[in-house]
């Protein structure tokens, strides 16, 4: 899978991947910080998760700008590398008010639409040289499965430093107890009193003064918690610049705009014809509508996905399900995997072999010795390690997904990079599928009024989902971003990739903004919405598939 690819793609591969744990840190987290500590509803934390990945997503374009004509790729990253780390700070600040947390969300908006497009841009200059070109897509896979690395790791370490400063305080994580905080200080618990005055003397024990203290403390102490998620952010942004800078001999060839590349009058460069400029626009504007709506469907998992998982799916389960929920079960069981793959693999060596052998039995006693600590029923899990399951995924998925598109290459038959990505759609509207057969016959949130649901389902119906979204990701992601850098003007390399994310920004808006549907609607109406529009997406892009391959062949 790696062989054939320049240095420069690895180097890219980490320093995203250290950008990115930092970004999904904080991502995890982040609708329940904003919860637990304002006491908003889903629909206005909606609003403000919405309009932070617009900013996110939408400011790439401003960054491919100042790329393509002022600063080049390589210094745009850098600087847009060390926003990232002042606002991932500023939100780490603790006991600030909304509005310092706006500025904060701003800063990091901005410094990753400085990052993020560009970052991709110079991937794509490295395999316009004809010995690369053929490896580009399974390129963009690769650098992909970088960012899903770090986002793997990233809801592990926000549960793992929320769980230690809470417990320093004497506190456990209850996902209904801040809710209940909240509206007993503003004096809407109602008859609720009786039990939460239960849970928190279960929580304090003899050092229960009162529930106005209890409430104050609980909801300081958690949203503390979620501030120091917010630190390891942005020292992560600290790692990531330092392997981009460190490293910088291995693309600084691909670190050259068109602009550049023609003032100096470098060797090379690619002039297109206004016609075939206006038809290659014209493609990428219709990729970009497509894009919208499986970003506002698949970023449905930081917001109404990780709502269901703390409201209507099961709190705590049996040995056998804790074993995927924990890092420290998963690794071991991961390594026996892998090792069992590299073991039986036909062309490793005897070393390899042997190191494989050695994995299996490592991973086996310390996941044996770990598991064997759980109970066998009652293992608690909590609702952001739920998306630890899509960057697994990725991770584990993307070897299948490049070696099965290898495979159809040589056989003549693969699908051409749009028809790619209309599969991707009719993937994404399987998921939610799933969701809305695990909805049936549920209570609606509003029916709930910030309860959790007395009727609780299994955590596979979530995990079946995230699986089916993340084959749909593979084929629609890497390869929309392998398309856009194939297909974009050479003037206008950094632009497009930011028009990529500038559509993505609009489906995240729409991600957010459709909250009010989630309150207001059952639940199996709202996954059917979803997977209506994808449905729609996917004819569409079907539809214009001449017009698209016509673009990238011209």
């Known amino acids: 899978m790696f062989k054939g690819h320049p240095k420069g793609l690895f180097v890219a591969f980490f320093a995203n991947m250290g950008e990115r744990f930092g970004y999904y840190t904080m991502l995890a987290i982040f609708i329940l910080y904003l919860q637990a500590k304002f006491g908003w509803s889903a629909t206005e934390s909606g609003r403000v998760y919405g309009a932070f990945l617009f900013g996110i997503y939408f400011l790439p374009l401003l960054g491919g700008y100042i790329a393509d004509n002022i600063l080049g790729y390589g210094k745009t990253i850098t600087l847009g590398t060390i926003i990232m780390f002042f606002g991932y700070a500023l939100l780490a600040v603790p006991g600030t008010g909304e509005y310092f947390i706006y500025v904060a969300l701003a800063t990091i908006s901005l410094g990753t639409g400085l990052f993020k497009g560009n970052l991709q841009a110079l991937v794509g200059n490295m395999y316009d040289s004809p010995k690369y070109g053929a490896f580009r897509d399974s390129a963009f896979n690769i650098f992909y499965m970088g960012i899903n690395v770090g986002a793997f790791f990233a809801p592990n370490a926000a549960k793992a430093i929320r769980n230690f400063l809470m417990h320093r305080e004497g506190l456990v994580y209850d996902k209904s107890i801040a809710d209940m905080s909240h509206k007993f200080i503003d004096g809407s618990l109602g008859t609720k009193v009786a039990e939460f005055e239960s849970l928190a003397r279960t929580q304090m024990g003899d050092a229960f003064t009162n529930l106005t203290d209890f409430s104050h403390k609980y909801i300081d102490g958690l949203g503390q918690a979620y501030n120091a998620g917010f630190a390891i952010a942005s020292i992560s942004m600290l790692i990531s610049l330092a392997i981009f800078l460190g490293f910088r001999k291995y693309y600084k060839d691909a670190d050259v705009t068109h602009k550049q590349q023609k003032k100096a009058k470098i060797d090379g460069l690619v002039e297109l014809s206004p016609k075939q400029v206006k038809d290659r626009l014209l493609a990428m504007g219709l990729v970009f509508l497509v894009v919208i709506f499986f970003w506002m469907a698949f970023h449905q998992n930081g917001f109404t996905l990780t709502i269901f998982a703390r409201d209507y799916t099961v709190a705590s389960v049996n040995k056998a399900t804790a ?106 509207a399987i998921g939610f599928g799933i969701m809305m057969l695990a909805s049936r016959g549920m209570l609606s949130p509003s029916d709930l009024n910030g309860s959790v649901s007395e009727e609780l389902v299994s955590p596979y119906w979530l995990i079946g989902t995230y699986l089916t979204l993340t084959v749909a990701e593979l084929f629609l992601s890497p390869i929309g971003i392998s398309f856009i850098s194939k297909v974009s003007p050479p003037q206008y390399k950094g632009l497009a990739q930011g028009g990529w994310f500038g559509a993505t920004a609009i489906g995240n808006l729409a991600a957010g903004l459709i909250g009010p549907f989630w309150d207001k609607w059952e639940l199996w109406q709202f996954f059917a919405l979803l997977v209506v529009l994808c449905l729609l997406s996917a004819l569409f892009i079907f539809s214009i598939l001449k017009v698209l391959e016509r673009a990238a062949n011209s």
Not at 374 to 401: D, K, M, R
């Open 323 to 428: 074993v995927i929920f924990n890092l420290s079960s998963l690794l071991p069981v991961l390594g026996v995997i892998i090792g069992v793959v590299l073991l039986f693999g036909r062309e490793n060596s005897r070393n390899v072999k042997l190191s494989a052998l050695a994995l299996i039995v490592a991973g086996s006693a310390v996941g044996y010795y770990v598991i064997s600590q759980y109970q066998p029923e009652g293992n608690p899990i909590s609702p952001e390690i739920f998306q630890q399951f899509n960057p697994i995924f990725i991770v584990f998925l993307t070897p299948v997904i490049v070696g099965y598109f290898a495979w159809l290459r040589k056989k003549g038959m693969e699908p051409s990079s749009p028809k790619k990505i209309g599969i991707g759609m009719i993937l994404t």
